[in-house]
């Protein structure tokens, strides 16, 4: 659990709204309607506790950072067991603060040492992530400059999902449809025109001599691309 928030010096420890909604087993979205309900009876701004972050997603959600007096106010109508987490988890927050004193780092060496290896792992870590990002990218750019285009079968298995997940997902979400009593897919052309998808039409040639032209959608590279983040975040891209 990484939301709450402590500090130190200057700055009053506080607790998010986010880890207040975790510990006492409701949604995060009730515990900022509580939150607003307390500050208007308490005749406070909540907006002055507002702090914004980033989800998932990388979409901006607001959230609170609530000193201890409000918190405690809060939960105060919550039952006792939620009460009890949140004291026990004030408790563990002041103590950690408690125990660190930048001053007496600054003192011992050895702690010094401590705290520059610790950042010097953070820091390796940190680039480790990059890394993986970078090489993300460099698969996502030769994907989506890739020539060709995969039938709907064959899309499903670069995304590590099943065809008919994969038909469904497509139907539903505005990329592929059926005419009238044709069992035939055809892509919308509204992702066509955006390169997402193409049409193959194939003459095949009947036993009495004469001509059938059939038509079958097909994903581009592009088209991949965007499913692997839209569908499945997590599925790997095969340039």
């Keep these: 659990m990484n939301t709450d928030i402590i500090t130190t010096g ?8 986010r880890e207040i909604a975790e510990l006492c087993d409701k949604q995060h979205q009730h515990v ?11 005749k406070v701004d909540a907006s002055s506790f507002g702090h914004i972050y980033r989800d998932a997603r990388n979409r901006e959600q607001t959230e609170y950072l609530l000193p201890k007096d409000l ?3 809060l939960v105060a109508g919550y039952n006792v067991v939620l009460r009890k987490r949140i004291i026990d988890r004030w408790m563990e927050l002041e103590s950690r603060a408690q125990a660190f004193d930048p ?11 401590g705290l520059l290896l610790t950042y010097t792992e953070k820091v390796i870590a940190l680039e480790a992530k990059v890394e993986d990002m970078r090489e993300d990218v460099a698969a996502h750019e ?15 298995k670069n995304l590590g999902i099943r065809p008919k997940d994969l038909f ?8 592929i449809y059926k005419r009238a009593n044709s069992p035939t897919w055809l892509g919308f052309q509204t992702k066509c025109n955006q390169g997402l998808l193409e049409h193959k039409t194939t003459t095949v040639l009947r036993a009495d001599g004469s001509e059938k032209i ?26």
Excluded: F
Aim: proline fraction near 5%.
């Design 168 to 175: 469904d997902w497509l139907s539903h979400n505005g990329w």
């Design 10 to 17: 200057p700055q009053p420890l506080s607790m998010s709204s």
């Design 71 to 73: 918190t405690l106010t």
């Design 214 to 239: 059939t038509e079958q959608v097909r994903i581009t590279a592009k088209g991949l691309s965007v499913l692997a983040k839209l569908i499945h975040p997590t599925a790997r891209l095969i340039a």
């Design 32 to 42: 900022r309607r509580d939150i607003d309900a307390m500050c208007e009876g308490l």
């Design 103 to 113: 001053s007496k780092i600054l003192e011992s060496p050895a702690a010094m040492r």
């Design 142 to 156: 030769r994907l989506t400059k890739a020539e060709g285009s995969l039938n709907i079968t064959e899309a499903a």
